[in-house]
């Protein structure tokens, strides 16, 4: 079973710039979670989709970020403009809750915004 | 604000020593817990799950809950240097909300 997938792997980009990182969870996973993990602290949840729904977005910094889930399968999450302070890895997860809630993660996107 | 509380550590332990990491949340209301392994730059990896009161085992790893003490507890016997990495409690509450904890950096030395 292929795992979630996640690209870029890295992108350095100027503050006031644009990005997008792109996410493919498990096949047959009705969820997907967007984290932004900080150096030295825990992953913390920007967005949840379940199939192209938004469960739970309430820590998006809608200003800037935006994230969508066509069709109940891949997502992207754009953030524009970039902060110095969006520098993180950016984690995609997916979980299939017809069993118990546990989260399958991909390698995630290191980004250093400059 | 709901929170998950992790020591940051570092927890250090002799190989073959049993490691005990902890976890303390604030949502009376969760209901599902978890603990992840994350090694310096990958991604989190899942451990092990529990959902009810007690203790449940698995391999080297036993986790256990305390609802009322609203306490989460990780146990890895016979450790060794491959267990090194930051653990991370996560907690999945009320309405789907999902928090992780810091994390304690485990360090198993030979």
């Known amino acids: 079973e292929a795992g979630v997938a996640q690209s870029p792997r890295y992108k350095i980009i100027e503050k006031r710039q644009s990005v997008a990182f792109w996410c493919n969870p498990i096949?047959?996973?009705?969820?997907l979670y967007w984290y932004q993990q900080i150096l030295g602290q825990g992953p913390k949840l920007l967005i949840q989709?379940?199939?192209?729904?938004?469960?739970?977005d309430s820590q998006l910094p809608k200003d800037r970020f935006s994230a969508e889930r066509l069709k109940g399968v891949d997502s992207t999450l754009k953030i524009q403009p970039a902060k110095l302070e969006d520098s993180a890895v950016y984690l995609c997860a997916s979980s299939n809750r017809a069993g118990a809630n546990e989260q399958f993660f991909g390698p995630g996107t290191r980004l250093t915004v400059l | 604000q709901k929170e998950v509380e992790q020591n940051s550590g570092p927890l250090s332990v002799p190989e073959g020593a049993i490691a005990s990491l902890n976890c303390t949340y604030s949502?009376?209301?969760?209901?599902?817990f978890f603990w992840y392994r994350q090694y310096s730059g990958k991604s989190p990896e899942l451990i092990m799950s529990i959902y009810s009161n007690g203790d449940k085992e698995d391999g080297r790893f036993t986790a256990q809950l305390n609802k009322a003490s609203q306490y989460v507890s990780l146990l890895i016997r016979d450790s060794q240097p491959s267990d090194s990495a930051t653990y991370l409690c996560?907690?999945?509450?009320?309405?789907?909300?999902?928090?992780f904890g810091k994390g304690t950096r485990l360090l198993v030395k030979p």
């Open positions: 996560a907690v999945e509450g009320q309405g789907f909300s999902f928090i």
């Open positions: 989709f379940q199939n192209n729904g938004v469960v739970d």
């Open positions: 096949s047959g996973h009705a969820t």
């Open positions: 949502d009376r209301g969760s209901q599902s």
